[in-house]
């Protein structure tokens, strides 16, 4: 067993003592085999998953429900005595409201990283959040930025030094406005605390986001219990409409630790405001929202982008905008058909890592691309959390173009060389040599390297340097505050065109030609497990993405995907050394399946 192990252990065992679930072994891990040999998962058990497909019966937000939902949390800002900008999604984060309150800070500000000190327009901030807790939202967890402030910072849990990063270190960036797959959010994913999702029954049908401070950051100290403003307005926007209370973020457990979901007190009963009185609906062209609110579509039904379907006997969620199962000049429909069914078949017989009640299968999104990145096929099941639409692209084009010959050039090219260089001196070759896995990448973007080891020395704490794509950790900086947005090459990738967005937003036309990532990685890098190259008689061909319910989850249904289409054992990330430490490949759970 692991140091790390070791060091987690009273926590993990705490933690499941308390909640009465049998000790497991959570450290173990299980790299896949280097063969071609088809794998077989087991028959699924009865699960216990919402069965949404082929006969989804979802329900949505209709116009007076967004109203209440705006005046509720319109009113308890009123009784604090402050101003906000209101947001409200549907659970595909169409924006269905926004508002502002008179006298509300129409910006706010990215705290730290190279957009750091950067006015946002504070709807973008509302729209962020709510769309967060829309795209995290499924029947069988629910989740908040508070939720993701937790699980992205260089610490899980955050501030417990000596632990590794969080385990969706990087999902931040991610469904950002650029993005060819699911341009949802104009900050990626919130970490700043100030939303909520909301349900009808046990049915996700959107979020609601608030704005009003002027930072746009994250929480350092989960274990202060601060009360934030927004979230206190976004919680009482949410009054019958809340979360089902056995499946929220602190209900749930990743290694041991329970998530946060809310610091908030729940919402009351009070007399509401005349809306008109406090403020105005916001008119957004970019978001389609107008001068009243409109209707959230029902998830899976009329008007949706997603649908039912069928895959390999299973039924699927499709998104129909990118429906289509197409061939590459390396992979025929019946291969990339043959690589979605096998990691849907292993999802089906996988336990979830983050869905509740326990003995739910995982439910993910799985993508196949080509050696350049081009979508291939899109299938996911149908109640995996939508976040996972573009980042299941973002793994498997990761993981495809870390492994591609032409990595380095591409790199160097797009004014990122520095990075080239500094994998060079740790003994990586951005030339095809290495097929990189998602998890092996992550492993070289952590702000501390090995991840997890804070410093070393006998004497006084040397701080270690952060791996090769890294920038840095709280400990080099001058503030001494982690920021969401400070994840080296993955956010220098997009920075520019982050920052072309917004100033266009703010004026539009501005910036007439708007800078890209390159276009095998065109929607960002993603730098947390769940994804692996495929190869064909030792020669790159693509990738497969997999995101969902646990990114150990992620890695083994990615690997069972992969069955027939392995990457050569010798040159995978797992057989690399950086400054004496082996980089990763894939992870599987202890007992995986149901």
Excluded at 451 to 459: A, F, N, Q, V
Aim: net charge neutral; proline share 9%.
């Amino acid at each position: 067993m692991s140091m790390r192990c070791l060091r987690s252990l009273p926590h993990l065992i705490l933690g499941l003592l308390i909640t009465g679930i049998p000790l497991l072994s959570a450290c173990g891990s299980r790299n896949i085999s280097g063969s071609n040999a088809v794998l077989t998962p087991p028959p699924q058990t009865q699960a216990l998953n919402k069965p949404l497909c082929p006969n989804p019966n979802e329900r949505a937000l209709s116009v007076s429900d967004v109203t209440q939902i705006i005046t509720q949390a319109v009113t308890r800002a009123a009784a604090l005595n402050l101003r906000a900008t209101i947001a409200v999604t549907d659970r595909e984060a169409n924006v269905l409201a926004v508002f502002r309150m008179t006298g509300a800070n129409p910006n706010t500000f990215i705290s730290g990283g190279p957009l750091g000190g950067r006015p946002i327009p504070s709807e973008l901030a509302a729209i962020s959040k709510a769309g967060t807790c829309s795209f995290f939202a499924t029947t069988g967890n629910a989740f908040t930025p508070r939720t993701a402030s937790f699980i992205v910072q260089e610490h899980f849990p955050p501030g417990v030094s000596f632990t590794r990063g969080g385990p969706l270190f990087g999902v931040q960036f991610s469904s950002l406005l650029f993005s060819d797959i699911n341009p949802r959010l104009p900050l990626g994913l919130s970490a700043d605390a100030g939303g909520v999702p909301l349900y009808i029954g046990d049915s996700p049908v959107g979020g609601i986001g608030v704005e009003l401070d002027g930072n746009y950051s994250l929480d350092p100290d989960p274990t202060d219990n601060d009360q934030s403003p927004e979230e206190i307005i976004a919680v009482a926007g949410s009054r019958g409409f809340e979360a089902p209370a056995g499946i929220r973020g602190n209900q749930i457990l990743v290694d041991g630790v329970a998530l946060r979901f809310v610091n908030a007190p729940p919402p009351v009963a009070e007399p509401l405001v005349n809306l008109a009185t406090q403020g105005s609906f916001m008119v957004i062209p970019a978001f389609g929202t107008q001068a009243t609110p409109r209707a959230g579509v029902p998830f899976l039904g009329p008007g949706s982008q997603f649908i039912c379907g069928t895959l390999g006997g299973r039924p699927v969620r499709i998104f129909t905008p990118l429906a289509n199962i197409t061939p590459s000049a390396q992979l025929s429909v019946a291969e990339v058909e043959r690589i979605l069914s096998q990691a849907i078949q292993q999802a089906y017989a996988t336990r979830a890592g983050i869905r509740l009640p326990l003995n739910n299968f995982a439910e993910v999104n799985v993508a196949v691309v080509d050696a350049n990145g081009n979508l291939l096929g899109l299938r996911g099941t149908p109640d995996a959390p939508v976040f996972g639409v573009d980042v299941c692209v973002q793994k498997a084009r990761s993981a495809a173009f870390m492994s591609n010959p032409n990595a380095g050039a591409i790199l160097t090219a797009a004014g990122l060389g520095s990075y080239v260089s500094r994998a060079a001196a740790d003994g990586i070759q951005l030339n095809g040599a290495i097929a990189f896995s998602c998890r092996g990448l992550g492993d070289i973007h952590r702000p501390f390297f090995p991840d997890g080891i804070d410093c070393t020395g006998s004497g006084p704490c040397v701080p270690n340097a952060p791996g090769p794509f890294s920038t840095g950790s709280r400990l080099f900086t001058s503030t001494n505050v982690w920021s969401p947005f400070n994840t080296g090459l993955q956010l220098d990738l997009i920075a520019g065109t982050l920052a072309d967005i917004l100033t266009n937003y703010s004026n539009p036309g501005s910036v007439p030609v708007i800078r890209r990532p390159p276009a095998n990685i065109r929607n960002g890098l993603q730098i947390f497990a769940g994804g692996v190259p495929l190869y064909k008689n030792g020669v790159l061909v693509g990738a497969i993405g997999i995101s969902g319910d646990g990114i150990d989850q992620d890695d083994i249904i990615a690997s069972f995907g992969s069955a027939g289409f392995e990457s050569p054992a010798n040159i995978r990330s797992d057989q690399v050394f950086v400054r004496g430490v082996r980089l990763a490949f894939v992870k599987f759970p202890p007992n995986p399946n149901l």
